[in-house]
């Protein structure tokens, strides 16, 4: 099992419509959450930390629930420059010298926005 | 601040070649990484490093060696290059746990696309 799965892709949706991508996680050790967006053969770009409590940053909202070991990245009116690919990242708690842990990504999901 | 610069862009070798990827960063960040991207495989962590002299291995490590001598470079060297190395490499820094999450921000450099025929 791949410790951060999400949604397989692509989305297509038209300009307006409201997306959510899902995430999950496998190791109970994570300890902090991220949603990274990639463009086409670019390099991938923070988004959003996750928070436990939730978090919003004007059309994106991001929710994380520790219990189901799930994490959500909502988008509002979507606009065409949200077409990009998504990417899930957990840290995991490092051991010993390693407090920094390590980012695990998941494989990423694309979302089209069309006109 | 050029961020995190990347070395070379594009490289072809031929099958059992070596070669060595070179990253380096100017916003003295003690976290470097080096992943690789395959299609529909996400970004897949090779080695890490959590300061000069400190290198741990990630989830695929085979083939490929690391090095942390200063803070600011962070080259991966392919030993014997083969086929299913033909990737894009991406170098990333932040600047380690320091407090909450936002320390863990990644930071990406544009990438190495690596072909071994």
């Known amino acids: 099992r791949k410790e951060v799965e999400q949604d397989p892709g692509p989305f297509n949706v038209p300009e307006g419509a409201t997306v959510a991508f899902n995430c999950t996680y496998s190791n109970s050790a994570s300890q902090s959450f991220f949603w990274y967006r990639q463009d086409c053969r670019k390099e991938p770009k923070l988004l959003m930390s996750v928070y436990s409590s939730g978090n919003e940053d004007g059309r994106f909202t991001a929710q994380l629930n520790r219990a189901s070991q799930y994490i959500s990245l909502l988008i509002r009116d979507s606009k065409l420059s949200d077409s990009a690919t998504y990417l899930c990242v957990v840290n995991i708690k490092g051991r010993g010298y390693n407090q920094g842990g390590k980012l695990i990504f998941g494989q990423g999901t694309e979302l089209s926005v069309k006109p | 601040n050029a961020g995190v610069t990347q070395t070379p862009k594009f490289q072809v070798l031929k099958t059992g070649q070596s070669m060595t990827l070179q990253c380096a960063q100017d916003?003295?960040?003690?976290?470097m990484s080096w992943y690789r991207q395959d299609p529909g495989m996400g970004l897949r962590l090779i080695h890490y490093s959590v300061g000069a002299g400190i290198t741990d291995q990630g989830e695929v490590p085979n083939g490929y060696n690391v090095s942390r001598s200063t803070t600011e470079d962070f080259p991966l060297r392919l030993l014997s290059a083969a086929p299913s190395q033909t990737s894009v490499y991406f170098c990333?820094?932040?600047?380690?746990?320091?407090?909450?999450?936002?320390?863990?921000?990644?930071?990406f450099g544009p990438g190495t696309r690596l072909t071994v025929l």
């Open positions: 916003m003295n960040h003690e976290y």
């Open positions: 990333a820094s932040s600047p380690g746990l320091a407090g909450g999450p936002s320390y863990n921000e990644q930071f």
